[in-house]
């Protein structure tokens, strides 16, 4: 292969050159800048610039941010399923006021404390199970008609003590229970009852593709900026080229006009050709460093300092790799993850479907509970009378309810045309794609042969010029067609340039497509529990 081998005037290459690979992300700010006061020049590679980009990106950076609130989102879903302790306290008091007249023997006051803890969890049948254990304490009083109170009250407990009866006693109560809801319609199965669970791991996956999207958009504009920037400085180079040859021409012509071999017109010409060459090299210059600025805003890098001009250290060269159509399109549908968020998406709606047309259903739920009950004039007491199982309570429910409306209805249609409207993006992303890809394959193989060409045209050109110049030392050309000449070298110099540059971004839009630019890079940004 071929490349311009030349001198450039421009204190661009009088500069010592930077390794960013060496650099350090302490040392960025006397890393800051370039711009037309360039005056030092910062080579780089490829693979450590985005190395650099992946750490700096703002919107890899956000992308990681809404991944991590993703994944976040999707551990509180699970709260629904999880065990909850209860812990719950009562007093009440009911009495009767000192004025009123009862009845004989009725409760005139009545105080209660009661305490109770709790376990239950939901259960991804779509029902729940709960366990509850309770302790009261209960102080009573009633009204015991005269000449049957007794004297003094020894006892806490209502008895007859030689036919009299105590007026207080208390009583201390205990129960066990477990109560088991479950719908057997309406909401039954873990499809519905874990639907919002599984639709937050959807969107936690879809958060993670997401970063990688943005990683491989990133990364395919750094490539991007990266070649163009590469192509920057082969053309400011070939203009390097152009202009020595231009001088060399004038050196010649000036030996030829003392000599009295040709007229002042011909050194017009090559002065006037050196101007427009100056002209060219000054603009390639100012090209190259917008290239480089432009490269260093999407890689993240700072932008203060103006001096230092970024220049590729990779090779301007094409690679050797084939690249065949079918086999990256099948590729690009399995890997793409623009597909795959699309296939996020087509799921979390299948689980609204599912869950829209079960609400359709009548709700039809069952209720079972037992409890083992205890009591007595002390807490002991009760707790052994629980054991003992001195009571026990069982219930079953049953209840049923029908909509009415066609709300459930309107809303499952919702759902059935989101999910094909889903169906129509996934297509359209495919035909997308594949024209993408079938552009992108014949973009490099186009690349690989205008490089080929143009190196054909270097060498006749070179050629040209040789010839160009041995006629004009013998007389047989003027500087017109020496210049003529040179100016067609400079061209297939630089078309061969632009087809090196153009087939490094076909080939980084292919491994975008084919979901594989971030292998190719050594770039993993899902979390570190997913590698």
């Known amino acids: ?9 421009l204190a661009i290459l009088l500069a010592p050159s930077i390794a960013l690979a060496d650099r350090d992300d302490d040392e960025e700010g006397e890393f800051e800048g370039d711009g037309p006061e360039a005056e030092a020049v910062a080579i780089f590679r490829l693979d450590d610039l985005i190395q650099v980009a992946v750490r700096r990106s703002p919107d890899l950076q956000r992308a990681k941010t809404e991944r991590a609130a993703a994944r976040g989102e999707a551990g509180a879903a699970r709260a629904s399923q999880q065990w909850v302790m209860t812990l719950g306290a009562q007093y009440k008091t009911n009495a ?12 005139v006051q009545q105080d209660t404390l009661q305490g109770s803890i709790g376990l239950g969890r939901n259960l991804p049948t779509g029902g729940s199970i709960s366990t509850e254990l309770t302790l009261s304490h209960t102080d009573i009083e009633i009204d015991v008609p005269e000449g049957l109170q007794p004297e003094q009250q020894t006892g806490t407990s209502a ?18 229970r477990v109560t088991l809801k479950q719908p057997l319609v309406r909401g039954f199965g873990p499809d519905i009852a874990l639907a919002e669970q599984n639709k937050a791991d959807f969107v936690a996956t879809a958060e993670t593709l997401k970063a990688q999207l943005a990683a491989e958009d990133m990364i395919k504009e750094v490539v991007r900026g990266y070649w163009e920037l590469s192509y920057a400085n082969y053309a400011l180079e070939t203009r390097g080229q152009a202009l020595q040859l231009a001088e060399a021409q004038e050196k010649l012509t000036r030996e030829e006009l003392r000599a009295g071999k040709t007229s002042p017109a011909q050194l017009n010409a090559v002065i006037y050709e050196i101007a427009m060459r100056k002209d060219a090299l000054l603009t390639a210059q100012l090209e190259l460093e917008q290239k480089s600025l432009e490269l260093r805003r999407k890689a993240g890098l700072g932008l203060g300092r103006r001096e230092v001009v970024m220049r590729p250290a990779d090779a301007f060269e094409i690679g050797d790799e084939d690249w065949d159509v079918e086999e990256v399109l099948a590729r690009s549908r399995k890997a793409n993850r623009n597909l795959g968020a699309i296939a996020l998406q087509k799921k979390a709606a299948d689980i609204d479907v599912a869950v829209t047309k079960n609400a359709i259903l009548p709700q039809v739920d069952v209720s079972l509970s037992g409890a083992l009950l205890g009591g007595g004039d002390t807490t002991s007491q009760s707790f052994n009378a629980l054991g003992d199982i001195e009571g026990y309570e069982v ?15 309107s809303k499952h249609d919702a759902a059935l045309a989101r999910r094909r409207r889903l169906d129509v993006d996934r297509a359209d992303a495919e035909r997308q794609i594949d024209a993408q890809v079938v552009t992108a394959v014949k973009m490099v193989q186009s690349a690989k042969a205008r490089v080929a060409l143009s190196e054909k045209a270097i060498s006749v050109a070179e050629e040209n010029v040789k010839a160009e110049r041995l006629s004009f030392a013998t007389g047989k050309a003027t500087n017109y067609n020496v210049m003529e000449r040179q100016t ?6 630089l078309s061969r340039g632009r087809a090196v540059a153009d087939y490094h971004i076909a080939v980084a839009q292919l491994q975008f497509l084919s979901g594989t630019i971030l292998e190719q890079y050594r770039v993993d940004v899902r979390p570190k529990a997913g590698r």
């Open 395 to 409: 219930m079953a429910g049953l209840s049923v309810q029908f909509e009415l409306s066609g709300a459930a209805k």
């Open 1 to 9: 292969m071929r490349s311009p081998r030349m001198i450039l005037t």
């Open 159 to 176: 008895a007859m003590t030689s036919g009299r009866i105590e007026d207080k006693f208390s009583r201390v109560q205990t129960g066990a």
């Open 96 to 107: 009767v006021g000192g004025q009123t007249r009862v009845a004989p023997f009725s409760v």
């Open 488 to 493: 067609q070298l400079v061209n297939a110099l």
